[in-house]
């Protein structure tokens, strides 16, 4: 489905395919498009915080475990990135930094259900470029449905499926100029609804928009940008997966609000930077929103 031609009217779609809100209510609130939120790319407006309170509307959160599924798409031979970001999704569930979404709720029949905080690594498979080296949006989902009808992955409700792409491989909706990564949910061949996200390795294409460093902690630049990428759309797919539970007036989501912005950071023995220790690893990881504080924070 190509969600900006879903939407009826073109200046709401433009403004969809743009990840920016339109005021459509009397009460003068926007209203959150229906499209994949997006992680903005360096130079584009937004992150930091801002002004507007990030507000609950009535969607669902992923409840309790949150199970990361990888699909390496593309060639993956001799680089690090797969140990690295494995490490890091077995590792930051429980984290202090994680535990920053553990205040975001759904309510069902008038109760309050909480995000729990717990992300469990749940395994990984490898697509050789079964779609080429250019992939849309849809494709991309379909790269998961073809993980999960060949029984390469499980079908897992409470799941979100993460298609990791290597440095040679284009996302032509806007990889680069428009987001680095994205969350967003479909129905699978089964009708089973599926959280999934796209996150691509920037290090050739575009390493001033997507990497913060050019020197990564753990000694692979793409890897160590593409984990500052995947913890933001994993924490915003757990607490907003379909785009209508929570972001602010003007459409962005909890790591929305911090993108690009690191709080305090040390040194590493290879001389980049990290904001937190992860396991046996260092990680540079853009801040998340603090709702009880409406901030930014990395704890």
Same mark, same amino acid.
């Given at each position: 489905?190509?969600?900006?031609?879903?939407?009826?009217?073109?200046?709401?779609?433009?403004?969809?395919?743009?990840?920016?809100?339109?005021?459509?209510?009397?009460?003068?609130?926007?209203?959150?498009?229906?499209?994949?939120?997006?992680?903005?790319?360096?130079?584009?407006?937004?992150?930091?915080?801002?002004?507007?309170?990030?507000?609950?509307?009535?969607?669902?959160?992923?409840?309790?475990?949150?199970?990361?599924?990888?699909?390496?798409?593309?060639?993956?031979?001799?680089?690090?990135?797969?140990?690295?970001?494995?490490?890091?999704?077995?590792?930051?569930?429980?984290?202090?930094?994680?535990?920053?979404?553990?205040?975001? +709720?759904?309510?069902?029949?008038?109760?309050?259900?909480?995000?729990?905080?717990?992300?469990?690594?749940?395994?990984?498979?490898?697509?050789? +470029?079964?779609?080429?080296?250019?992939?849309?949006?849809?494709?991309?989902?379909?790269?998961?449905?073809?993980?999960?009808?060949?029984?390469?992955?499980?079908?897992?409700?409470?799941?979100?499926?993460?298609?990791?792409?290597?440095?040679?491989?284009?996302?032509?909706?806007?990889?680069?100029?428009? +987001?680095?990564?994205?969350?967003?949910?479909?129905?699978?061949?089964?009708?089973?609804?599926?959280?999934?996200?796209?996150?691509?390795?920037?290090?050739?294409?575009?390493?001033?928009?997507?990497?913060?460093?050019?020197?990564?902690?753990?000694?692979?630049?793409?890897?160590?940008?593409?984990?500052?990428?995947?913890?933001?759309?994993?924490?915003?797919?757990?607490?907003?997966?379909?785009?209508?539970?929570?972001?602010?007036?003007?459409?962005?989501?909890?790591?929305?609000?911090?993108?690009?912005?690191?709080?305090?950071?040390?040194?590493?023995?290879?001389?980049?930077?990290?904001?937190?220790?992860?396991?046996?690893?260092?990680?540079?990881?853009?801040?998340?929103?603090?709702?009880?504080?409406?901030?930014?924070?990395?704890?």
């Amino acid at each position: 489905m190509n969600r900006c031609l879903a939407l009826a009217f073109p200046l709401f779609a433009f403004a969809a395919c743009m990840n920016q809100s339109v005021d459509t209510s009397s009460t003068g609130e926007a209203i959150q498009s229906e499209l994949k939120p997006s992680h903005h790319v360096k130079n584009q407006a937004g992150g930091g915080g801002g002004g507007a309170q990030i507000k609950y509307h009535n969607g669902p959160v992923i409840e309790g475990t949150v199970n990361v599924y990888f699909v390496w798409y593309g060639n993956w031979s001799g680089n690090t990135a797969p140990a690295i970001l494995t490490d890091l999704a077995s590792s930051i569930g429980g984290s202090p930094y994680y535990k920053i979404n553990t205040p975001y +709720y759904d309510v069902i029949s008038n109760v309050k259900h909480f995000v729990s905080g717990a992300v469990h690594y749940a395994g990984s498979t490898t697509d050789n +470029y079964s779609y080429g080296t250019t992939l849309d949006d849809n494709t991309v989902f379909a790269v998961v449905d073809d993980a999960v009808t060949s029984g390469r992955l499980p079908e897992d409700t409470n799941g979100i499926y993460f298609v990791m792409t290597s440095a040679d491989v284009q996302e032509s909706s806007g990889f680069c100029t428009q +987001y680095c990564g994205w969350h967003w949910y479909d129905i699978d061949s089964n009708g089973k609804e599926l959280r999934y996200a796209f996150v691509g390795d920037a290090s050739t294409q575009c390493p001033s928009g997507c990497m913060e460093q050019t020197t990564g902690p753990n000694g692979n630049a793409g890897a160590d940008g593409m984990a500052s990428v995947f913890s933001h759309e994993l924490e915003e797919a757990n607490t907003d997966p379909r785009g209508t539970a929570w972001y602010d007036a003007r459409g962005q989501e909890n790591a929305d609000k911090c993108a690009w912005t690191f709080g305090t950071t040390y040194k590493t023995a290879n001389g980049a930077l990290a904001n937190m220790k992860l396991g046996a690893r260092d990680f540079l990881i853009q801040r998340n929103w603090k709702l009880s504080t409406q901030s930014c924070g990395l704890n």
